[in-house]
């Protein structure tokens, strides 16, 4: 007669041990190597990545800096060619006023004589 082995999940479990688990050293040395490489490329195109933008903020500053400059020169020469019509117009208004006077000197002549 056979006897049957009547075994349980119970029985075969191995809770509660601890099992020691075999690790490549070779493996994770390379492991390690591979994560250190990627860390120190992530900490690189950090550094690259902080360094083009102080880039782009430097040639940001520049470009405000040189449309201020432009905005200045043209204000600059507005103001000039304002004050230059303003001069221009003053003689003119002079000019009438001294022909107005002339006019009315040569009318006053005339009446005179008459």
């Known amino acids: 007669m056979k006897q ?4 349980t999940e119970d029985d ?4 509660g041990t601890s099992q020691k ?5 070779k493996h994770t040395k390379s492991s390690q190597c591979e994560a250190l490489t990627w860390l120190a490329a992530q ?3 950090s550094q690259i990545s902080e360094e083009q933008e ?3 903020k430097k040639q940001a500053l520049l470009l405000r800096d040189q449309t201020v400059a432009h905005k200045l020169e043209m204000l600059s020469g507005m103001l000039q060619r304002t004050v230059e019509e303003k001069k221009r117009l003053l003689k003119v208004v002079r000019k009438r006023e001294v022909d107005e006077n002339d006019s009315d000197d040569i009318e006053e002549l005339l009446r005179l004589t008459i």
């Open 43 to 45: 900490i690189v195109a």
């Open 54 to 56: 102080e880039t782009w």
């Open 4 to 7: 049957e082995s009547k075994h």
């Open 21 to 25: 688990i075999r690790t490549n050293r």
């Open 12 to 15: 075969n479990s191995t809770e």
